[in-house]
């Protein structure tokens, strides 16, 4: 093939595999069309993981009510115009910010509950880390626009934490009564549903909001602070002398 022939899409000749490939009718198609398409799909995703990064950190700043569209595009110094090229609303970057939060913190929960080489007051202790590192930044009164203005995404948030307590605690609470670190006549449904209800109740205006005022000044901690403190009681209550030592240490 001359320097300067051209590829064309049909079976005519043989061209260099490192050039070209076949499709399912054996014709040529030249490879710089894939590597176009990648390369164009990378971009794409660059820009929508800094979109979103970006949104997310206004959301947490802000509140999902006082952000707009303009905002976003303002941080990013991209227009507007270009923005909903990637996303159509608000509510959509809203739903995959936390779509991405939730992969995030499932990977690194099921990477810590999969190596065999931590042992589980460690295990434990780097679990409620990861969590509180994640969920600890969502001030209260984000979790208040979700319930207002995003219910769906307020539901559905409210389902992860319910599932990721129920399923990836249990399966951690399991492994330690195997290990007999954690009390053997414990409820191991009964010890993840509290856990999943004191994460859901203590971040939630709402619920903070039926009690007399002297308790709510007093729980005017940081959520980081709130859902450690809550987390430690639980789990300190449920594990042997020997674990409680170690997990204080770990």
């Given at each position: 093939m001359g320097k300067n022939t051209p590829l064309h899409l049909a079976s005519q000749g043989d061209y260099p595999s490192k050039y070209a490939t076949k499709n399912k009718d054996s014709c040529w198609i030249p490879l710089y069309i894939f590597v176009s398409k990648s390369v164009h799909m990378s971009k794409k995703t660059s820009v929508e993981s800094k979109i979103l990064e970006k949104a997310y950190q206004l959301f947490l700043?802000?509140?999902y009510r006082h952000t707009t569209m303009d905002d976003i595009a303002q941080e990013l110094t991209m227009s507007k115009k270009t923005l909903y090229k990637y996303f159509p609303g608000?509510?959509?970057l809203l739903s995959a910010s936390f779509d991405k939060l939730k992969t995030k913190m499932t990977a690194k929960v099921e990477a810590i509950l999969?190596?065999?080489y931590i042992t589980f007051p460690l295990k434990l202790k780097s679990t409620l880390s990861v969590i509180a590192t994640h969920l600890a930044p969502i001030n209260p009164g984000l979790f208040e626009d979700l319930r207002e203005y995003a219910p769906e995404i307020w539901?559905?948030?409210q389902e992860y934490i319910n599932e990721s307590a129920f399923l990836r605690f249990q399966k951690l609470i399991e492994q330690g009564k195997e290990q007999g670190l954690v009390k053997n006549n414990l409820n191991v449904s009964l010890v993840v549903t509290l856990y999943a209800a004191a994460v859901q109740s203590l971040l939630?205006?709402?619920?903070l909001s039926q009690f007399p005022e002297n308790i709510r000044k007093d729980m005017s901690l940081p959520p980081s602070d709130i859902?450690?403190?809550a987390i430690t009681i639980i789990y300190n209550g449920i594990l042997t002398e020997?674990?409680?030592d170690e997990f204080t240490n770990a």
């Open positions: 700043e802000k509140g608000k509510l959509e999969d190596n065999r539901v559905e948030l939630d205006p709402k619920f859902y450690d403190q020997d674990a409680r």
